[in-house]
């Protein structure tokens, strides 16, 4: 289990040991119906602080192979679905916090978040896969390699949009978003994305 590649389940470990903690897994019960078929792109578009931090935390720890989260989901409104255990944890997951990346990195943050994903990448499949081509290919790759689809979540997608003066940057960054969820690549190995911020993402 890594940071970005097959996270762990200890964010929604915390926010299930929470005193407030408020039962939001009815969200897997959609995602499992669109994961694999054409509408697996989800985009969630709200103000700071409504929580979309933490249905990502869940999802990582629902759909990782980097983990195993079944006593964590018991009781819980998933539990009692049809393809519960089906989809738990069969998934290579993608979790970017592109925020983070923007804060330290800023103009360089496209390159980043490709560096510290191969880098991981490169802790489980070594040589095997070539890391100096686009993200998209390296994860049709490793797709056809282990036949896994991937579900990709991206927290705060906009924030190099809402920050970023540079527009060759920002041109750079869409085209970035687009072969990651909208490429012929893309389109075999995506099983699923889930993708938030505050601005709503256009056609």
């Known amino acids: 289990m890594g940071i970005y590649?097959?996270?762990d389940n200890d964010s929604f470990k915390k926010d299930k040991n929470s005193e407030l903690y408020l039962d939001k897994t009815g969200l897997l019960e959609h995602l499992n119906r669109v994961i694999c078929t054409n509408a697996n792109c989800i985009s969630v578009s709200h103000a700071r602080r409504f929580g979309k931090s933490h249905a990502a935390g869940m999802i990582d720890a629902y759909y990782s192979r980097g983990c195993d989260s079944s006593e964590l989901f018991e009781n819980t409104e998933i539990a009692t679905k049809p393809g519960y255990l089906e989809h738990m944890n069969q998934y290579h997951v993608i979790h970017i916090d592109v925020s983070s990346?923007?804060?330290?990195?800023?103009?360089?943050?496209?390159?980043?978040?490709q560096e510290y994903i191969c880098d991981e990448l490169k802790q489980v499949y070594g040589d095997s896969i070539d890391y100096t081509k686009m993200l998209s290919v390296i994860l049709l790759s490793i797709y056809k390699l282990t036949g896994i689809p991937?579900?990709?979540?991206?927290?705060?997608?906009?924030?190099?949009?809402?920050?970023g003066g540079n527009s060759e940057l920002v041109h750079n960054y869409l085209q970035f978003l687009h072969l990651l969820f909208k490429s012929e690549e893309s389109k075999a190995f995506l099983a699923l994305a889930y993708i938030t911020g505050i601005l709503p993402i256009k056609k």
């Open 150 to 163: 991937f579900v990709i979540i991206m927290d705060e997608w906009d924030c190099v949009i809402r920050n």
């Open 101 to 113: 990346f923007w804060d330290v990195y800023k103009d360089n943050v496209i390159e980043k978040i």
């Open 5 to 7: 590649f097959n996270p």
